[in-house]
């Protein structure tokens, strides 16, 4: 079954400096229907004005994974982290016990596009940590890359939960083919472009929920990157 979660039905405020859509409930926005779908609790797509950003404020016990489409995004945290985040680069805050930090759009000319993604820890009061790891466009162009998930070893930045976050950039009339445990359900998440899976047509913006779905065809209908994750 794949339910289809429409871009324009999303939570959306827009504060002059951010644009934000949302597409569970945050913040201000509440929606009974659209609370997180199994440990996937937020997907916030986020346009940052240049020159502006997000004071320090708190988090804890969450997995914050930040994906930046266009720009790039400065970082600063309570752990003594301070970076540049771009597209291509994963990263991920473990909250944990608890930690402060800020971001900021880099740029004062051009604004920043990016997916910001909490997951549910697989428990609670863990040690706070930062991790940013890059991947080539080779890497990513027309297949199926692991960015984040449990086990580091395959290259992929560590996340606290039994949860894999894939993302493909494709070459418009590319087809790539994915495989979903019985035991497992997929969130996907088109970040730009449009493309078809298994016959539903999807732009950017919106997300589906797949469940018992075993064979996954996506097919683009214009170069596209989507995020795909797969959980428990």
Not at 16 to 41: I, K
Not at 111 to 134: E, K, M, S
Request: net charge negative; no cysteine.
């Amino acid at each position: 079954m794949i339910t289809l979660r429409p871009a324009s039905e999303r939570g959306h405020f827009d504060f002059g400096w951010l644009d934000t859509w949302h597409s569970f409930s945050f913040g201000d926005y509440y929606d009974p229907r659209h609370q997180q779908f199994h440990a996937l609790r937020v997907i916030n797509e986020d346009w940052v004005a240049p020159g502006q950003g997000f004071g320090t404020h708190g988090h804890k016990d969450m997995e914050i994974f930040t994906w930046v489409l266009e720009g790039a995004l400065e970082h600063q945290d309570s752990l003594g982290t301070k970076g540049m985040i771009q597209p291509g680069e994963a990263q991920v805050m473990s909250a944990g016990s608890g930690i402060r930090h800020s971001e900021f759009n880099a740029s004062t000319e051009t604004p920043v596009h990016l997916l910001q993604i909490w997951i549910l820890p697989q428990a609670q009061g863990l040690t706070p940590r930062y991790d940013q790891v890059r991947f080539e466009d080779s890497e990513l162009r027309n297949r199926w890359k692991e960015v984040a998930g449990p086990d580091d070893a395959k290259g992929a930045i560590k996340i606290f939960q039994d949860a894999r976050i894939d993302v493909a950039r494709m070459d418009a009339g590319v087809s790539l083919h994915r495989e979903l445990a019985t035991n497992r359900h997929g969130w996907m998440q088109v970040a730009t472009g449009s493309l078809d899976l298994n016959g539903v047509p999807l732009k950017a913006g919106d997300g589906v929920a797949i469940e018992k779905e075993s064979n996954l065809v996506v097919a683009s209908f214009e170069d596209s990157e989507v995020l795909f994750f797969d959980l428990t």
